[in-house]
């Protein structure tokens, strides 16, 4: 009876570890907008994902060149269908965010907790639609 339990427990735990990596959606992949803020700025988004671990970088900037030009990066984690993640920008800049999919296009939500440079936050707000780069060219 103990090696069946023991077997009976090994192939419980070996399914659970199938269930959880399968149930772990794939949010690795580049998206933009370079139409950001009707077509005067650009925002793009890369992320990097191993299992739930997701690496997320990030940049925009004004079309003509003016104003700040911020480019971020951070560390998040896919819990309930959504990357939650925080992050600091090239102008010491931080704060938090989250990434859901829609469809093919991704939403992103960018939350400043500490400003030490205000003219970033123009880039930084509630669902930002990126569409997946080489895609209907932004």
């Given at each position: ?9 090994c192939f419980f735990l ?49 079309q003509d060149g003016g ?6 990066d951070g560390k998040g ?62």
């Amino acid at each position: 009876l103990y090696p069946m339990s023991l077997l009976f427990l090994c192939f419980f735990l070996l399914l659970s570890v199938v269930v959880a990596a399968a149930g772990t959606e794939n949010f690795a992949g580049e998206w933009a907008d370079k139409n950001f803020h009707g077509g005067s700025s650009v925002f793009q988004l890369s992320l990097e994902q191993k299992g739930a671990e997701v690496s997320v970088f990030f940049s925009a900037n004004r079309q003509d060149g003016g104003g700040a030009a911020p480019e971020a990066d951070g560390k998040g984690k896919v819990s309930g269908g959504k990357v939650q993640f925080t992050w600091s920008d090239s102008f010491n800049n931080s704060g938090t965010g989250t990434i859901q999919k829609a469809g093919g296009d991704v939403i992103v939500s960018i939350k400043t907790t500490q400003v030490a440079d205000s003219r970033c936050l123009m880039f930084y707000g509630d669902n930002i639609r990126l569409k997946p780069v080489g895609r209907n060219d932004r």
